[in-house]
RNA sequence: GCGCUUGUGGUGGAAUUGGUAGACACGCCAGACUUAGGAUCUGGUGCCGAGAGGCGUGUAAGUUCGAGUCUUAUCAGGCGUACCA
């Protein structure tokens, strides 16, 4: 009897040796390279992992395992994202502390974890919810709270600097309030009053990347606009080092575009505009605008505010007040959602005129909702010629519309490409304003020239600036919930004041109800020993917050989910550090990540707040490399395929694939995993729920066959695939290489079980290399044969080439391919057969390691060494060549492998064959490729 | 609307980067061994055609001796974003 391939035996042994062992262990060690490989860390839901989690974690442990055989000290950490809404609901839903329901889902995820077998090192494993984890989430605060982003040093700086700056200006305020308020407008992390995407149902507000299309991303219920005293993070400060930073990276163009869009700088002017409160009075203030295009200057028609500008309330006369008001009260009443949908103009005239200081013509100034509050000023310069906005707005409102482009029909349009001859500016030579004896003329030039003209001008005669605007906005980083990082943050006579950093960390407190107050304070108002006792420094009963004796209330909001998620990378390098986030010694060592895996779905949430975070902690010296993730691969998402039954109607008679058109069915979706190449398990069927238990099947050729179709991986589908399951039928080492073999890993893909077999199959093919009839070592020490000496480092040389570049589903076929040669080579060498385990280490490490220990291998697998090919097993003693001709003919020959193109051309035309086809021609050129193809281009004989 | 991205057999996907399209796997067909097979092994399998042969990488043109690969146009799907002046 051969040795069977045992997976379950193999598997459990190696789990077990690797944790005695202590395989995955690291530490620093200055005198081996490192490699820091990192998964974007999970959240552990309470639903489990499925097929689709470990996908990422599998390529990059494969890429981990590979470094590690060639030689790097690799860092492959594991952790958990642990605060967040959904253990908050459950908890509200049940009363059982999320922290409860939370350890118990990361314990679930860590046993399913384990049976895949990752090279993680657990030792450094972290959790966001831990106090020695969030004690350096809140220091990180707390030094955003102490510095100011220094506009010409481009980075954060002590805030004390800014201080003394004001000292030596004369502008330090002596009021203990007005400091904190003047501070508040640098601080890095700062109270601001802002408009909030407030979350009536959620409770609590969110940020911009957590709304989408005007609903929360969690749950999908609607969001408002709400001016609120938030926390904040002046990401906005980083924008230009955030833009310049993607240039240094090795990212996905997808992502990196995405993340410049929404960086969204756009250069432009700033320009005064003076108004009137008639036609013809006097000035009465002045506001600003923003625009890109100021060459369009001499086609402005109106002027128009965003609803919310505190510009409305001045510019607004008393004839037109009660429409204005209206017209307010109209914008109001919409949600963010009703606005984002629905593009209908609309508008109202305040009554005020607006004066275009380069022509000195008047202009109507209007409010209407399509001009943003939160981008440039929230003021523009309406051009409904060139602006397909304004000039829906115009033809709405009977405005005049100029066009400014030599040859641009604006009678159906607009016309705003940026290209073309500039005209009608200005239209008569005196109309135009003259300012120190210049006048502005764009007439004949490009758009590109003409706007650099008209900046040049505005900024000669000091009517304006050049200006770049950035579309990102700050961070709101404030919660309204439990379940997460509580602000270290006491509120002494209303002014916010740090806690000091040595009675870090501040814990999260004890609450009974995890929903806001009765009188709408968020959860942490239900929190009883929640004030500050100054002098005794600790946290006291709240009852007794007295102002005289220096006991005040805590802050009552916590931190949002990208809080603890924005360096977590700098953690695993020195997890258990309890006196500074990061030793320098361990940040030196390990700097940034290498390789960062993850989903895509990410790009304008945490590898903005993590770049921007990480780019602060750098300004500090803590963070040794400006940018945290050198390398980012995004994995694709695995979509679940669902099978279906079909029920003839008003019957309990299900009808097969092939036969169901013959009657009128209902598809019904059936669990994937009674169903097997998409042939249903008709047992199993009946026992999946007692309605089926008495069901009749119409089979064709004996089989009841399902339909599929490709959607969401979800419970309700029934098509959930748990690599549970996998693991138990066919073990993590075929788990490993199918979800790998179904197609590169950037590419989202449906999981699909019919082809596993075929990996299986391969390890036991592979297995079976290694033993003879009687389950005994078949390995011989005889000199390999020249085949199997080609086949081996062909396998090497590909498999090398592909984890390189990511493309683990052709090395897993070269791996079947060289099996399968050296299977029917009948290969028993030790040369070439000890090598193979290394090679498959990083794919299936349990099938490695034993196949390693039995071959008398040292140490573990992990440990041995990546083999190097050599050319010279590869070389070709002789290459197969075609001879194409002009046209169709060709036919193929022999040609030395080392003969140079002349030599291959030579060969080709005085060939017996190829003399039938030169007869009566004339040979226009001829081309050799090496190694490959000549081709002789031949026409009639003139 | 804008930005990015992908279109190759019945299916998942290969293609040394401009050089024999369809590797490898699933599925299917035939055969072998079996009491049996959803096990194992062998062979076949892009399409049309009995055959010789012809046609084939979403569609149409172009560059080239040669195009899945480059260029242009066009169609279709996916992702992101959205009144950003």
Request: overall charge negative; aromatic content about 12%; some cysteine.
């Amino acid at each position: 009897m051969a040795k069977e391939y045992n997976f379950r035996e193999i598997e459990q042994k190696w789990h077990r040796l690797w944790v005695e062992r202590q395989t995955y262990k690291v530490t620093e060690d200055e005198h081996r390279e490192k490699f820091y490989v990192l998964n974007m860390f999970p959240y552990p839901s309470g639903a489990g992992l499925h097929v689709g989690h470990p996908l990422g974690y599998i390529a990059s442990d494969i890429y981990a395992r590979y470094k590690r055989l060639q030689g790097f000290n690799v860092l492959n950490p594991m952790g958990y994202d642990a605060y967040g809404l959904p253990a908050e609901q459950y908890a509200i839903k049940t009363g059982q502390h999320p922290e409860k329901t939370t350890f118990a889902n990361i314990d679930r995820y860590r046993e399913q974890l384990d049976k895949i077998g990752f090279s993680f090192d657990w030792d450094r494993e972290v959790r966001t919810c831990t106090p020695d984890y969030y004690h350096w989430t809140q220091w990180a605060f707390q030094k955003m709270f102490n510095s100011y982003f220094d506009e010409e040093l481009q980075k954060a700086q002590p805030i004390e600097k800014l201080i003394e700056k004001f000292k030596q200006e004369g502008t330090w305020p002596a009021d203990e309030k007005a400091q904190s308020d003047l501070l508040m407008n640098y601080r890095i992390a700062f109270l601001g009053e802002t408009m909030v995407n407030w979350c009536p149902k959620l409770g609590t507000v969110l940020a911009n990347d957590e709304v989408v299309e005007g609903v929360s991303v969690r749950g999908g219920y609607p969001v408002e606009q709400k001016k609120m005293r938030q926390w904040c993070l002046r990401v906005s400060a980083y924008s230009q080092r955030l833009l310049d930073g993607l240039d240094t990276i090795d990212w996905s163009e997808s992502i990196k575009e995405t993340q410049r869009n929404w960086i969204g700088r756009s250069e432009g002017a700033e320009i005064e505009i003076p108004y009137t409160l008639s036609k013809d009075g006097d000035e009465a203030g002045s506001f600003t605008i923003f625009t890109t295009r100021a060459d369009t200057m001499f086609g402005v028609t109106f002027f128009v505010l965003a609803p919310e500008s505190e510009l409305v309330d001045k510019v607004t006369t008393p004839d037109q007040r009660a429409a204005v008001d209206e017209y307010l009260k109209y914008v109001k009443s919409r949600t963010e959602r009703e606005r984002m949908i629905d593009h209908t103009v609309t508008g109202v005239f305040s009554g005020a005129y607006g004066i275009n200081p380069i022509t000195g013509d008047k202009c109507p100034i209007y409010i209407a909702e399509y001009v943003l509050a939160g981008y440039g000023t929230g003021a523009i310069m309406a051009v409904p010629a060139h602006d397909s906005r304004d000039y829906a707005f115009a033809k709405h409102f009977d405005l005049p519309i100029i066009p400014l482009v030599e040859g641009a029909d604006i009678s159906e349009e607009s016309y705003d490409a940026k290209e073309g001859i500039v005209c009608n500016s200005p239209i008569t030579p005196d109309k135009s304003v003259e300012y120190d004896g210049e006048r502005l003329c764009l007439n004949g030039l490009t758009i590109k020239e003409a706007i650099a003209e008209t900046k040049r001008f505005v900024k000669a005669h000091n009517l304006g600036r050049v200006k770049v605007n950035y579309r990102l906005r700050d961070a709101i980083f404030s919660r309204q919930r439990y379940w997460g990082e509580p602000f270290p943050v006491y509120y002494k006579k209303g002014i916010p004041t740090m806690i000091p950093e040595e009675c870090l960390p501040i814990e999260l407190p004890q609450v009974e109800k995890f929903l806001p107050t009765e009188t709408g304070e968020p959860p942490l108002g239900n929190a009883q020993i929640w004030a500050w006792d100054e002098k005794n420094r600790k946290i006291v009963d709240k009852k007794l917050i007295d102002e005289a004796a220096g006991i005040y209330p805590i802050e009552l909001y916590t931190m949002p989910g990208f809080a603890g998620s924005s360096a977590y990378y700098l953690r695993y390098m020195d997890p258990h550090n309890d006196q500074a986030l990061v030793s320098d010694r361990a940040a030196s060592y390990w700097q940034n990540v290498d390789l960062y895996v993850g989903g895509s779905e990410h790009a304008t949430g945490h590898l903005i707040y993590s770049r921007f975070w990480n780019k602060f902690l750098f300004d500090l010296g803590v963070s040794k490399k400006e940018e945290p993730f050198k390398k980012l691969v995004n994995q694709g998402m695995i979509q679940g395929r669902s099978n279906f039954v079909y029920r003839i109607k008003e019957t309990n008679t299900f009808v097969s694939l092939g036969l169901k058109d013959k009657y009128d069915v209902t598809p019904i979706h059936v669990d994937v995993n009674i169903v097997k190449n998409d042939i249903l398990d008709l047992e199993a069927f009946k026992a999946w729920s007692p309605e089926y238990a008495t069901a009749d099947f119409v089979l064709e050729d004996g089989k009841y066959i399902c339909g599929w179709a490709i959607e969401k991986m979800s419970k309700s589908m029934y098509n959930v695939v748990n690599p549970d399951m996998i693991v138990e039928n066919y073990g993590a080492d075929t788990l490993r290489l199918y979800e790998m073999f179904l197609g590169p890993v950037e590419q989202s893909k449906p999981w699909d079980t019919n082809g596993i077999d075929g990996c299986f199959r391969f390890l036991k093919k592979l297995w079976a290399l290694y033993w003879d009839k009687d389950g005994n070592l078949a390995l011989t020490d005889d000199e390999p044969s020249a085949d199997s000496l080609k086949t081996l480092h062909k396998l090497i040389k590909k498999v090398t080439g592909d984890i390189e570049a990511f493309s683990y589903n052709t090395s897993i076929s070269a791996f079947m391919v060289a099996v399968n040669e050296l299977s029917q080579q009948k290969c028993s060498s030790r040369t070439v057969l000890q090598t193979l385990p290394v090679l498959i280490a990083p794919f299936a490490p349990h099938i490695a390691e034993e196949l390693w220990e039995a071959l008398g291998g040292e140490g573990s697998v992990c440990d041995a060494k990546w083999p190097q090919y050599e050319e010279k097993y590869l070389v070709e003693t002789s290459v197969k060549l075609g001879v194409q001709f002009n046209g169709k003919v060709r036919f193929d020959m022999l040609f030395p492998a080392d003969a140079t193109p002349e030599q291959m051309i030579e060969i080709a035309t005085s060939a017996p064959e190829a003399a039938k086809h030169l007869e009566g021609m004339d040979i226009v050129k001829t081309i050799a490729i090496p190694k490959r193809i000549v081709n002789i281009v031949v026409k009639p004989k003139a």
